[in-house]
């Protein structure tokens, strides 16, 4: 094999790795994580509850979560930090702080890789109502680097929020022939 070639098959071998390995970080050396979440309807409804959670493939040291469409009036202000398996982390929590009424909170903290942040805000509005709410989440890490919006997706189908009732059927009446 001829030098060129050979660095050739090198080059081809070294970006094929760089595009195939999983990294938070791009060539610049700019966060790049992947995150993924949900965001569904929370226990209390008449509170505006929405529950929310996220993991991301490179650990964060703060997020903010933002409603995209409807105000909120509370929120978790220690949204807890948990394994992949459902395990409280010790040393990983966040504490959270924002404007009340508002459309966002921030929190400062830690969790790990792919260790899930578990929280909630609470809505000016009954989140069962259209326009169905939606919630995005930035992340960023330890040096002050941000990545997202991410999408908490909270719905499988772009309908209603997960956990919302589903609208009664509408009764279609039809008209009866009255017999003589």
């Avoid at 830690?110 to 909630?120: E, I, R």
């Amino acid at each position: 094999m001829t030098l060129p070639r050979l660095l050739g098959a090198l080059a081809a071998s070294a970006a094929l790795a760089v595009a195939v390995l999983p990294s938070a970080f791009a060539a610049d050396g700019s966060f790049q994580p992947n995150c993924l979440g949900s965001a569904k309807l929370g226990e209390n409804r008449d509170d505006g509850e929405v529950l929310y959670k996220f993991a991301c493939s490179s650990a964060i040291a703060g997020y903010s979560i933002v409603t995209l469409n409807k105000q909120a009036d509370a929120f978790d202000t220690e949204p807890v930090v948990l394994t992949p398996a459902g395990e409280a982390v010790p040393g990983e929590d966040f504490g959270c702080s924002g404007e009340i009424p508002g459309i966002g909170v921030g929190c400062g903290g830690k969790a790990s890789a792919w260790n899930q942040v578990n929280g909630g805000v609470n809505l000016t509005s009954d989140p069962c109502a259209a326009p169905r709410p939606r919630l995005a989440v930035t992340v960023a890490d330890a040096k002050g680097r941000t990545a997202g919006p991410y999408r908490l997706v909270s719905s499988r189908s772009g309908g209603r929020l997960s956990g919302c009732p589903a609208k009664p059927a509408v009764r279609k009446h039809r008209a009866r022939k009255i017999g003589r």
